[in-house]
């Protein structure tokens, strides 16, 4: 069961750690306080979002014995001005490297971010997400 304990170190900066016992620092931006020493709770979504979106891509690349040699994406959020200020539109960019067949790719990606990876859900309720892919081949 996922699991998270947070805990205030001073400032506007916090230390979460997970079920496993890793640790991430949060600060509020700097902008609000913050002294740049920590990632932004927003910023963590769109980090998780990336994250639970690779691990579903590349183990569904793999399993389609797809030659996955790199695997990045850039991600962009636009809040709202009104409180609370949430996404409201999130766009990522896949760029993938490898042999890579261009059909299974897309279908991976759309199936990743349509149907398997629950933060993508999540957000997609509250936000308009959107994507695109490069392959960059060798």
């Known amino acids: 069961m996922p699991h998270a304990t947070i805990r205030w170190t001073g400032g506007l900066k916090f230390e979460g750690m997970d079920s496993l016992g890793h640790l991430t620092?949060?600060?509020?931006?700097?902008?609000?306080?913050?002294?740049?020493?920590?990632t932004t709770p927003m910023d963590l979504f769109l980090i998780a979002l990336g994250g639970c979106a690779g691990i579903d891509i590349v183990t569904m690349l793999e399993a389609r014995k797809q030659e996955l040699e790199a695997y990045e994406?850039?991600?962009?959020?636009?809040?709202?001005?009104?409180?609370?200020?949430?996404?409201?539109?999130?766009?990522?960019?896949?760029?993938?490297?490898?042999?890579?067949?261009?059909?299974?790719?897309?279908?991976?990606?759309?199936?990743?971010?349509?149907?398997?990876?629950?933060?993508?859900?999540?957000?997609?309720?509250?936000?308009?997400?959107?994507?695109?892919?490069?392959?960059?081949?060798?």
């Open 25 to 38: 620092i949060m600060e509020a931006h700097k902008n609000y306080g913050g002294l740049g020493e920590g």
């Open 73 to 138: 994406v850039i991600i962009d959020g636009e809040r709202r001005d009104e409180h609370p200020r949430f996404f409201k539109k999130i766009v990522l960019r896949f760029i993938l490297k490898g042999n890579l067949d261009d059909n299974v790719v897309d279908h991976v990606i759309r199936l990743t971010m349509t149907k398997v990876c629950p933060i993508a859900a999540m957000l997609s309720n509250v936000a308009e997400v959107t994507w695109s892919y490069e392959i960059a081949r060798n």
